[in-house]
Nanobody
């Protein structure tokens, strides 16, 4: 069974930092997947935050939501089956549940897995 487990969320003051981790279980070949972070604030739609390996066969190119560029950094350690999201200069509007998403598209299938989410709360 494929598993993704997020951790690292919590309560932080505005201007602070957090690093989220997404660990992939042994059920799939982690380094073949693009890994994305999404977030969902109360009453809002889930939105993309960042992706590493999307549209990239080497799985190293990074993408960010325009509003987050310069504050968030995504990275991966395939040896640890882990993707990180370093979040700096946090703002109250960054408060949301953050989800990890693993995606693999082959010629005949799409594999798409989600973690359970980790809560990030930024106080003003």
């Amino acid at each position: 069974e494929v598993q993704l487990v997020e951790s690292g969320g919590g309560l932080v003051q505005a201007g602070g930092s957090l690093t989220l981790s997404c660990v992939g279980g042994s059920g799939f070949t982690f380094d073949e997947y693009a890994i994305a972070w999404f977030r969902q604030a109360p009453g809002k739609e889930r939105e993309g935050v960042s992706c590493i390996g999307c549209f990239d066969s080497i799985k190293g190119t990074t993408y960010y939501a325009d509003s987050l560029k310069g504050r968030f950094t995504i990275s991966r350690d395939n040896a640890k089956n882990t993707v990180y999201l370093q979040m700096n200069s946090l703002k109250p509007e960054d408060t949301a549940v953050y989800y990890c998403n693993a995606i693999l598209l082959t010629w005949d299938k799409m594999y798409n897995y989600w973690g359970q989410g980790t809560q990030v709360t930024v106080s003003s």
